[in-house]
């Protein structure tokens, strides 16, 4: 279903000199977590965080901002509503406004680019590292049952408390 609402009347030809044009827009909503939007979430989620209105940030905003032109109420309603996006220069002053980072808002996390473990930290940086663990994977295939066990052995002692993992022998 489609909907249709007035805007500003426009001159046109014929016997009825005036019209109203109309415009359409799709009935269907807009897709559920774009990114626009979640930046608008996450910035709603600072703000009620703080305990602070729109207008609050705008005013604080002022007070962050070299210029001191901040970012009106209505900018801030637009990020909310995921209608439009911050700037570079609008997200360092809303960020500045409610103590809250860049890859806050943007990521929604502190670190996004962190790794969830630190054995694959090595292996993603270093090709020397890779090849290295190629090469020790090769040799351990070579070794009888017993000595491989005393080599996993061994290696869980070195580097399992490091990671914070241990592997026994029997459960490979």
């Given at each position: 279903?489609?909907?249709?609402?007035?805007?500003?009347?426009?001159?046109?030809?014929?016997?009825d000199?005036w019209?109203?044009?109309?415009?359409?827009?799709?009935?269907?909503?807009?897709?559920?977590?774009?990114?626009?939007?979640?930046?608008?979430?996450?910035?709603?989620?600072?703000?009620?965080?703080?305990?602070?209105?729109?207008?609050?940030?705008?005013?604080r905003?002022?007070?962050?901002?070299?210029?001191?032109?901040?970012?009106?109420?209505?900018?801030?309603?637009?990020?909310?509503?995921?209608?439009?996006?911050?700037?570079?220069?609008?997200?360092?002053?809303?960020?500045?406004?409610?103590?809250?980072?860049?890859?806050?808002?943007?990521?929604?996390?502190?670190?996004?680019?962190?790794?969830?473990?630190?054995?694959?930290?090595?292996?993603?940086?270093?090709?020397?590292?890779?090849?290295?663990?190629?090469?020790?994977?090769?040799?351990?295939?070579?070794?009888?049952?017993?000595?491989?066990?005393?080599?996993?052995?061994?290696?869980?002692?070195?580097?399992?408390?490091?990671?914070?993992t241990?592997?026994?022998?029997?459960?490979?």
């Amino acid at each position: 279903m489609l909907r249709q609402w007035p805007s500003r009347r426009v001159p046109r030809q014929g016997k009825d000199r005036w019209r109203t044009p109309r415009r359409t827009i799709s009935a269907k909503p807009p897709a559920a977590d774009t990114s626009d939007a979640a930046i608008g979430r996450r910035l709603r989620e600072a703000r009620e965080a703080k305990g602070m209105t729109q207008q609050q940030v705008s005013v604080r905003s002022k007070w962050s901002d070299p210029d001191e032109k901040g970012v009106s109420r209505t900018a801030i309603v637009g990020y909310e509503s995921g209608s439009s996006r911050p700037g570079t220069r609008e997200l360092r002053i809303l960020c500045e406004a409610l103590h809250v980072t860049p890859n806050h808002l943007i990521y929604g996390s502190e670190h996004p680019f962190q790794t969830s473990h630190a054995a694959l930290e090595g292996l993603r940086t270093k090709r020397r590292a890779i090849k290295a663990a190629i090469q020790v994977a090769f040799l351990v295939m070579v070794l009888r049952d017993h000595e491989r066990d005393a080599l996993l052995n061994l290696a869980n002692s070195l580097g399992g408390t490091r990671l914070g993992t241990s592997v026994s022998p029997a459960s490979r």
